[in-house]
Structure formats: C-alpha cells, structure tokens
C-alpha cells in the first residue's frame, strides 16, 4: 500500500475517533492558553455559537450581553444608517433635504402669490453658488424648475448666469435637461442666443445622445429662422460648422447651400450620413430638428443611402413621427419608394397587440395625410383593410365631424382635391427621392424596352418630364408611379368592397342634420351624397343613397321654427347646411326631386327669404331639364314678383 493510502486511513481513523468524543460532552470546554491558535484546536473549530443565533443586531454600549431589538427600533436603526450613508455619498444632502421641504411648500395651489415668492427667494438663495452641482439631482432639479416658473425676471438672470458656463454638461444629464428646458422658455432674446452659440460645434455629438437631443430640439423650436439655420448648418457640412458666416446665406435648402456655396456634394453626403446613421441606429428620432436633418438628406442621398434610410424607418420609428410637417412627409416617402415588405412593416406597425395608432393618426393634422397617402399607393387593399379601415369604422362620427380625421375619407371619395386640401397637402402628396425616382424611372424603362422593344424619342421625353425632382424650388403636380393597381379599382376596394362606404352612408343618416350644419362634415356629407368621384358609389349603393336623401328631406320638412321658440337654426336656414344643400340640388338630380316633392312643394313663400333662398334659386338654375320644370311652375311667379332672386352663375338656356 503506498504512503498516500496510509495517511487517508489514518485521518479517518482520527476524524471517527473524534466524533464520540465530541457527541458526549455538550458543554463548551475551556479554551487553551493559546485562543488565537484555532488551527490547532478542533474544539475551537467545532465550536457554535452560544444561542444558535447569526448576526443578530445588538444595543449599543453592551458588549457582554446580545439584546434583540424590537421591529420599530431595527427599522429607526436602519433609517439612520441609510441616512448616514447618504450624506457621505452626497455632499449636499443636507441641503436638498431643506429644498425639498421648501419645495413641498412652494408648488401647493392654494398659497399665495407673496408667499411664494418669498419661498422661491429663501431656496433661491441656498442655492447659490451651487446650481450647476445640484441640478442634476432629481430633487433639486425640480426645485429649479419651480422656482424658474414663478421667479422674477432678475432672479432668472441670476439662475442663467450661473448655469449658463455649465450648459453642455448640463445638458446630457437626465435631470438636470428639464431645467434647462425651463430656463430657455423663460429666457431674453439674448440669452436665447447665447444658449444656441454655446451648442456650435456640438449640435451632431448631442443629437445622438438620447437626453441631449431633447435640449437641442427644444433650443430648434424656440429660435428665429437664422437660429434655426444655423443649428442645421451644422449637420449639412463641416464648412458651415467651422464658419460661422456662411450659415447667413438666404438659402435653406441642403440642394440651393451646395449651389451658392460651391460645396462638394460627395463631401455633404459623407457628412450627413455620418451623422444620420448613429440617430436611426439609436432611434432618436422623435426631434423635429431629426425630421428637418432626414427630409433634406433624401433630397441629395444616393440610392444606396436613401434606401438604407427607408429601411430603417418602415416599422415602429416612423409612427413616431408622423406628427411634425417633415415626419409626416418622410413617411409618405417611405411608403411611395419603399418595397412591398417595408410598407407591410409600417402599417402593421400602426396597429400592435397592446394599442392601436391608427385613430390617433387619423385626427392629427400630419398624420391624416400619411393615410391619404396609404390609400393612394398601397396596392395590398386586404391588409389595409384589415389594420387600417376597421379601426377608422369603429369610430367613423368623429373622424367626419373632425377636421383632420376626415381627410383620409375624402380622399377615397374625391382624390387629390384643391378643394378638401391645400397646396402644401398637395405638394406632401408629390413628393419624392430623386436618386430612387430615377432608378424606378430607369426600371420602367428597361421593361417597356424588354416588351416592345424599341421605344420613340418623344415617348422617352414625355416619362422624363413625368419624374418629379424638388431639387429646385419649383413644385409640379405629377404622379409618381408607386403601385401597379389601377386608381379606380383601388379605391372600389377599399371603400366600397371593404363596407366602408355602407357603414360611411349610415352614419351620414344617422347625423344628417348635425353633418349639415357643420363645418368640417359637411364635405364628406356633399361627397358621400353625390356618390364621390366618378360616380364609384352609385352603382352598388344607389338605394343607401336614395335612404340618405330621404333623411335629409325628412330633417328639412320639419316646420319653420318660430321666433320665440328658436332654439338653433333650420337646416334650410343654416349657413352651412344651405349651402351644401344648394350644391346637392344642382349636382344631384335625384336628391332634388325627392327635396322639392317631400319639403319644398307648396311652401316655397315662406321660404323664399334668408339662406333658403339660394336653395329655391338652385331648382332653376340646375341643368336637369326635369328638376327645372317641375319647380318651375311655383318658383317662377316668385321671381317676377321680385320675392326670389336667382343669384347663381348657372342659368338654364
């Protein structure tokens, strides 16, 4: 047997000739001469502590004894503790503790105007000297804020001028970005200023921070047009960031800079995508100064980077940013130049398990205008339906009472009108990426030239002048071929395959009267009536239309209110609902038959004064031979006694 084997016997032996021993006698030996050698005494080894009790708390100033201390005096222990600790940790502890109980003090609504005054002076005056080291906590920092809301305007003086050499280390803190915000809206125009000249050459560095973006976007909103300039000349070019003059030039746009300044466009573009990269990777993209920054990126981007930008957006990001002018015009980009998938991805995106953007989206006055947009490109008519036009259903009333929610609706009902929208809506709708709009272009061609074969000059002349480019500040109202579904076809199947024009008729007789007399509904009320564009509603819908025209017969054959009892306007009598009525009656011959037989017939006299008039004027004015000789008989003697004047334009031969 080898000497290892021997050793492992004999510590066995040992180890079970000791464990008797220690099993018979339970009381604690006395401890040798030696107490620190524990090494060499197994007793002390074995040994447990008296009690069985680990680590409890002892009282203070008794060292012999282990008292157990109650609940409530652990928890006091505790507290005093963690305060000690604090105040080792933090150097103004104690001062924000005294802040804080001036804070509670200051913000109540029930104190009085002095009162608070003088609160805001006493912490002000703690304060001082030591602002830019507070202001970063969260207690203090909301101490600040109050005491900048309601301050004087020395004392806001007194606060900038202490934090205002402090400011671009401020502004990457996360608590100390919401006093800064609040010093800038109360600040001069001079201050304003200086605060901007102090972000010069850290504009690119604090845009991908994700709390400095929120001072240089707040700083972007308050400031003057040269301001604002100046901000983003920045991020256009390094030339513009190292000189200052060049950022007075008059021109706006990244496109007019290179041409007046004579930069190197190949150098713009380098810069700015090393600096749009890093936001959309981080996804800081909730700015209006970011949108600002995309928008005129994608006018000079190639195609690789202008396509790479459509990538990153077309999801979540860009329902982010559907609520500013520039977001909402770089969604639509995404959805004329983005592929089948991408577009796929941003409009599941509107729509998610937990919330549903599509309502929200609807009634912003930007965000209406990206539906508008996906109606009239999006080829996929089923998944449209199904996330966009079911939740527009669900609360129809109000997206036609409302004065953004109702664009999307008319835009199915009458595409691209001067009339529902304005030019600038109209110019978002044309907008394009000139370096993917001459790729599509170029695609188009070499499939016209793979089918036909040879294709003529003039052809080739006409398609060149069909691209649009903004590269000039000229806007032309051409199409961009976006999708391959014909227009028509398109929106049979999204108004009226999908029910939605059924569902849009009903609701119209369910609020005829109060869709009249407003303002905004009115429109879609007019359109829905005469069956929209091209007539796309009559052929499937005629009997739906012809109840719509009975309820809005019904609401004006009620009697003429009087006087005394007027509680709100006839809706012959209404401004508004007049004059949608008036222009029902000439466009449409059947609503007029039905109006004049069930509400007008034999009381034309008594309505012949007032808005009405314009209505009665209407029967006689319309170019429907029959509509004209049926009112004629009653209104004619009204207009040789002079009781009715036709005032139209449109006057029967």
Known sequence: MSSK???????????????????????????????????????????????????????????????????????????????????????????????????????????????????????????????????????????????????????????????HPHFLSLASNTYAVHVLQKMLDGASKQQLSSCISSLR?????????????????????????????????????????????????????????????????????????????????????????????????????DKTSAAFVIQQLSGPLLIRMVHTRDGSRLAMLCVKHGSAKERKKLIKAMKTEKESHVGSIASDQYGSMVLACIFSIVDDTKLVTKIIVRELEANLKDLVMGKNGRRPLLQLLHPNSSRYFSRDDLASLDLSVPSLCLMDKSETLSETKDSDGKESAEEEKDEQEDTVTEQSGLEENVTIAGSKKDPLLRRQELLVKSGLAERLIDVCVENAE???????????????????????????????????YQAIASVAAEPKPEESEKSSQHI??????????????????TFASILFKKALSGKCRSWAQGHCSRILSAFLETQDVQVREMAKEELQVLVDEGALKITGTKKPE
């Not at 197994?42 to 100033?61: E, L, R, Y």
């Not at 009598?573 to 222009?583: G, L, N, Q």
Request: with cysteine.
């Open 5 to 163: 084997g021997l050793k492992s016997t004999k510590r066995k032996d040992n180890e079970s000739s000791e464990k008797p021993d220690a099993l018979k006698s339970k009381k604690p030996k006395l401890s040798p001469s030696n107490p620190t050698d524990k090494k060499h005494n197994p007793t002390i080894q074995n040994q447990k502590p008296v009690g069985g009790q680990h680590g409890k708390p002892k009282a203070f100033g008794n060292n012999d004894k282990s008292v157990t201390l109650s609940k409530k005096e652990r928890r006091v222990q505790a507290k005093e503790l963690t305060e000690a600790r604090k105040k080792r940790r933090k150097p103004h502890y104690t001062l924000e503790q005294e802040l804080a109980t001036l804070w509670e003090k200051m913000r109540r609504r029930d104190i009085g105007k002095e009162d608070r005054l003088k609160l805001i002076s006493e912490a002000l005056q703690k304060m001082k000297g030591k602002m830019h080291e507070i202001a970063g906590s969260h207690v203090s920092s909301r101490v600040l804020q109050t005491c900048l809301k309601y301050c004087s305007q020395d004392e806001k003086e007194v606060v900038f001028k202490e934090l």
């Open 201 to 301: 050459g850290h504009v690119a560095s604090l845009l991908r921070h994700m709390v400095g973006s929120v001072v240089v976007d707040h700083a972007y909103h308050l400031g003057n047009a040269a301001q604002k300039q100046e901000l983003l000349g920045e991020l256009y070019s390094t030339e513009l960031q190292l000189f200052k003059d060049l950022n007075s030039t008059s021109e706006k746009r990244v496109v007019d800079i290179i041409a007046k300044l004579g930069l190197q466009k190949g150098s713009v573009i380098r810069h700015m995508t090393a600096i749009v990269q890093p936001i959309l990777e981080k996804g800081i993209v909730d700015h209006n100064i970011t949108h600002k920054l995309l928008i005129e990126y994608m006018t000079v981007a």
């Open 514 to 548: 109060e869709f009249l007399k407003s303002n905004f509904a009115k429109e879609v009320m007019y359109e829905v009536a005469v069956g929209g564009c091209d007539g796309i509603l009559l052929p499937t819908l005629s009997e739906n239309l012809r109840e719509l």
């Open 572 to 589: 012959l009598e209404d401004f508004h609902s007049s004059r949608t009525i008036r222009r029902l009656v000439l466009d449409s011959p």
